[in-house]
């Protein structure tokens, strides 16, 4: 199984300051053919369930806030939030697809 | 906007099997992936398995082939059979709707979510 590992395991960060959180992969999760990464990241806040922010290592889903930027690829990926909001505080998890079983990063808690 | 909804029993007798039921509105099941998650506070997120391309399946190998998945399609319903539980598959319980299968990859990422069910597994 691919293990991802997520750093740190939380954060506290003042509002409207940045927040970056990491992901690493034990293995490479981009598709030679097609170039792409096969890496989501997604927020879960208290008695939901998480809601998916960017697919394919740095596109983002329609609706969700450009304050969150994704990047990286291969096995170092790193979600960054520019301007923390108060509605950002949540546990952020990775999740690599690119092959089965499908594997999420422990997640990390982001705090005021 | 597609909505799926959980259903089936909270609690459930070690050694017996649990059964869960994934109701989708708002769309019709067709070539995407369908899959099912749980989660705990000890091991986080665990991805099941998925449903896709008219049955094809995929599962994670920690279940020991405990798990199974199917689609009923007259009722726009995926569901979950998880045999010889204990007491480590009490969880929260998510059943999600993934990218369209293209042909080439046996996996996706979740767009979609139940809002989850606990299922606790207890005499």
């Known amino acids: 199984d691919i293990v991802m590992t997520q750093s740190p395991d939380s954060l506290a960060v003042s509002l409207g300051a940045r927040a970056t959180i990491n992901c690493k992969s034990s293995?490479?999760?981009?598709?030679?053919?097609?170039?792409?990464?096969?890496l989501a990241w997604y927020q879960q806040k208290p008695g939901q369930p998480p809601k998916l922010l960017i697919r394919?290592?740095?596109t983002r889903e329609s609706g969700v806030s450009d304050r969150f930027t994704a990047t990286g690829s291969g096995t170092d990926f790193a979600l960054t939030i520019s301007s923390l909001q108060a509605e950002d505080v949540a546990v952020y998890f990775c999740q690599q697809y690119y092959t089965s079983p499908v594997t999420f990063g422990p997640g990390t808690r982001v705090e005021i | 906007h597609v909505q799926l909804q959980e259903s089936g029993p909270g609690l459930v007798k070690p050694s017996e099997t649990l059964s869960l039921t994934c109701s989708v509105s708002n769309d019709s099941i067709g070539n995407y992936f369908y899959n099912w998650l749980r989660q705990t506070p000890g091991k986080g997120l665990e991805w099941i398995g998925n449903i896709y391309s008219r049955g094809s399946t995929n599962y994670n190998p920690s279940l020991s082939d405990r798990a199974t998945i199917s689609t009923d399609m007259s009722r726009n319903q995926f569901s979950l059979k998880l045999t010889s539980v204990t007491a480590a598959d009490t969880a929260v319980y998510f059943c999600?709707?993934?990218?369209?299968?293209?042909?080439?990859?046996?996996?996706?990422?979740?767009?979609?979510w139940g809002q989850g069910i606990l299922v606790t597994v207890s005499s």
């Open positions: 394919w290592a740095s």
């Open positions: 999600t709707r993934g990218g369209p299968y293209e042909g080439r990859y046996s996996a996706t990422y979740s767009l979609y």
């Open positions: 293995r490479s999760l981009v598709d030679r053919s097609t170039g792409k990464d096969f």
